[in-house]
């Protein structure tokens, strides 16, 4: 049956594809998540500084995001399968190294490099993976998919920190780059799709099955003004996320909070957030409105939260805007990634991702620090919201911009991007 | 007619009754104990009175073992602390003190004694073996307890800590004492460790679990779960085989299942692929 080469499955062998990206986005981000727990057990081992213990996570994130188009080339070459196995074993023996507990570079090198390379290989192709075998259903099931770095998150604070403490903290690394390794069994289970469908200009099929799956890194789609902007609304967008995770506990704390209480709201977050990224991808899923159009209410919506949330000065409403901010934080993770397919269309996907962590991660970088400084100048915890809001509300006019340029482009007749959700009739003719 | 020595015996002799007229005296209200833990706590009040002062009297304050507590000061000669439920960390000494115009500060001092309590430890400690273990206990109560680690073994029985390895340190401060073991063997130092505390009042303890981490302890959960990916490689792997015994699994080849006798030439696959184009 051709059914595979012109429509994604939409179901069935899909949603092994969804259980097993559940599990590699919460063997991955969820991993990332919880290293807070170990920073001072390793700055006590160490003996250094506060700052050099957090550079190892930094230099994670900077190597995740670097290494991202690679990995999104390396899965067109090879398969996504192949590149999500070795990442997990990338992760993995970054995490063996680190559990040796050798000199500090071998921190940088085990904990920096090769988990951030691992996480980067296993994360991107499997969010591909995702958004390639499903069209109907693709929102839900990048929500299901994506949900699983909060319930892994939440699980693994408690789990860690007894790991820490019945094996000290090499003991506890060990056992993780263990369960990492499960990794590359949920990549063995990625069973490649057949050639995507591809455009009139076709290239042949070649003699043994391979085709225009093998595409290469397409560089240029950076020429296509809607990405471009996209990306655009994604680095002010990135500033806009990192900053209120960083702040909101000194936030607390200056208002007298107690340590206790500050980190009840991170829990009431994270929840928050696994019900936003499920709640938005059913909602999504309904196609009331484009998934454009949806994403900007919700990022403009996460803005003016975020502008309002110094008026907070009690527990209670504390509790209540943080929650609304990690339900709405839910609802843009989760149509955020799957809207990119309707800019570039499905064979674009995987370069497009690429690019688009890799110069969004721009914003994650300068975000913090111009918060920090904003903060320092105005001895105010809040202006780091205002700081935020303003960032996420502004990417908002850019994908209102993005909005009007792919529905021009949908009104032109050769587009053979998936801005419709219409199943379009394809070169080869053959359909089920 | 006397004599100079004599005029000068007599002046020295008078000389003590004299100064003990000027000497500024104090009733103070004697020592209390305290028990907190009867129930029934009742308030205490610390007196002083000043009687017989000489010369102009400034102010009266209060001080804790040492430091002054604040808003005690008044300028009355017959001064009070109360304490209304007094707990353990209330104890100590304390002291009513008398400033003068022109005359050096006069006190007098009001022990309030308790029962030593426990108010910091850790449950247990894990360490690995090799490592330095650091127990500690902080107490409470007046006078400072003396105190003492010993080690649990069985049901209520305690040993003396064996210190033949020399790798025991015991450091006692006033409210404080801390054990620290160097190059924790896991053969014998694991156990409950136990710090006493006891003054002239009372005696309390309190245990601390010290737990030994051999190195190997965490190969065993890291050999469980790759035990479990390897059955899960292998059920894979063994599921994939059967649905296509012929195929190597390839990462290329096409997921659409053909249904047709085995066979071993790829190229007819295709063929018939491209046949239904």
Same mark, same amino acid.
Request: hydrophobic share 20%; net charge positive.
């Given at each position: 049956m051709e059914r595979y080469l012109s429509d994604p499955p939409d179901g069935g062998y899909g949603w092994v594809v969804v259980t097993s990206a559940f599990f590699i986005m919460g063997l991955t981000a969820a991993v990332f998540k919880n290293f807070g727990l170990f920073f001072l057990e390793i700055q006590s081992y160490y003996d250094v500084l506060n700052s050099t213990t957090s550079w190892m996570t930094s230099t994670t994130i900077a190597v995740f995001h670097l290494g991202a188009p690679l990995a999104s080339a390396l899965s067109m070459h090879l398969s996504q399968r192949t590149v999500i196995i070795v990442g997990g074993l990338l992760a993995t023996s970054g995490m063996i190294i680190a559990s040796l507990g050798l000199s500090l570079p071998w921190m940088y090198l085990s904990v920096g490099l090769l988990q951030g390379l691992g996480v980067s290989f296993s994360w991107i192709p499997a969010n591909s993976m995702v958004n390639h075998y499903f069209r109907r259903w693709r929102p839900i099931a990048y929500a299901i998919a994506s949900s699983g770095e909060c319930v892994f998150a939440m699980g693994f604070s408690p789990f860690f920190q007894w790991l820490i403490d019945s094996y000290s903290w090499q003991g506890a690394l060990l056992v993780i780059g263990g369960l990492q390794l499960n990794l590359c069994v949920c990549g063995a289970l990625m069973k490649p799709l057949p050639a995507a469908q591809t455009s009139i200009q076709d290239k042949p099929v070649l003699e043994d099955g391979?085709?225009?799956?093998?595409?290469?890194?397409?560089?240029?789609?950076? +020429?296509?003004p809607e990405l471009l902007l996209y990306i655009v609304f994604a680095i002010l967008a990135a500033a806009g996320f990192f900053i209120p995770p960083l702040f909101l506990v000194p936030y607390a704390s200056g208002l007298g909070m107690e340590p206790y209480w500050a980190a009840s709201v991170l829990s009431v977050l994270a929840l928050a957030d696994l019900l936003g990224r499920l709640a938005c991808g059913w909602l999504a899923n309904l196609?009331?409105?484009?998934n454009l159009q949806l994403l900007t209410m919700m990022v403009t919506a996460l803005g003016v939260v975020l502008l309002l949330f110094?008026?907070? +000065?009690s527990y209670w409403s504390i509790l209540v805007f943080a929650s609304l901010y990690g339900f709405l934080f839910g609802c843009v993770v989760a149509i955020h990634v799957t809207t990119i397919v309707d800019i570039v269309g499905l064979e674009g996907f995987d370069s497009a991702l690429g690019l688009f962590m890799l110069l969004r991660s721009s914003g994650g970088f300068v975000g913090p620090p111009a918060a920090g400084w904003l903060v320092d100048r105005t001895?105010?915890?809040g202006a780091s919201f205002y700081l935020s809001g303003l960032c996420l509300v502004l990417s908002g006019v850019f994908l209102v911009l993005v909005d009007r340029l792919v529905k021009k482009k949908l009104k032109?007749?050769?587009?053979?991007?998936?801005?419709?959700d219409q199943p379009t009739l394809k070169a080869d003719g053959a359909h089920v | 007619m006397p004599s100079y020595a004599g005029m000068l015996a007599l002046l020295l002799a008078t000389l003590p009754y004299v100064s003990s007229q000027n000497e500024p005296r104090i009733n103070a209200s004697d020592q209390e104990i305290l028990q907190?833990?009867?129930?029934?706590e009742l308030p205490i009040t610390l007196q002083c009175n000043l009687t017989n002062s000489h010369s102009t009297h400034r102010d009266t304050f209060w001080m804790k073992n040492g430091q002054e507590i604040a808003?005690?000061?008044?300028?009355?000669k017959h001064t009070e602390f109360k304490l209304?439920?007094?707990?353990?960390?209330?104890s100590g000494e304390y002291m009513c003190v008398y400033t003068f115009k022109s005359a050096p500060n006069a006190n007098a001092s009001i022990e309030v004694k308790a029962a030593p309590e426990i108010i910091g430890h850790k449950r247990s400690e894990n360490k690995k073996e090799g490592e330095n273990a650091t127990l500690y206990c902080k107490s409470v109560g007046y006078p400072h307890p003396m105190w003492m680690w010993r080690k649990k073994v069985g049901r209520g029985s305690y040993i003396d800590i064996d210190n033949s390895t020399g790798r025991f340190f015991i450091i006692n401060k006033d409210n404080f004492t801390e054990l620290s073991i160097i190059g924790l063997d896991i053969g014998t130092d694991p156990g409950e460790y136990v710090c006493n505390a006891s003054n002239i009042i009372g005696s309390k303890e309190s245990m601390t679990i010290l737990r030994v981490r051999s190195h190997l302890a965490p190969l065993w959960p890291f050999l469980g779960v790759l035990a479990e990916i390897i059955i899960l490689v292998v059920i894979i792997v063994v599921y994939e085989k059967r649905k296509?015994?012929?195929? &190597?699994?390839?990462?290329?080849?096409? &997921?659409?299942? &053909?249904?047709?006798?085995?066979?071993?030439?790829h190229k007819d696959k295709n063929v018939r692929q491209r046949n239904t184009n």
């Open positions: 391979r085709t225009s799956k093998k595409g290469t890194f397409q560089w240029s789609l950076l +020429q296509r196609r009331l409105v484009r110094p008026v907070a +000065q001895h105010d915890f032109l007749p050769h587009s053979n991007t998936e801005a419709t | 907190p833990k009867s129930g029934q808003n005690t000061r008044t300028e009355r209304s439920k007094p707990r353990t960390d209330d296509r015994p012929d195929e &190597v699994p390839d990462d290329d080849e096409p &997921v659409a299942p &053909v249904k047709t006798n085995s066979t071993n030439n």
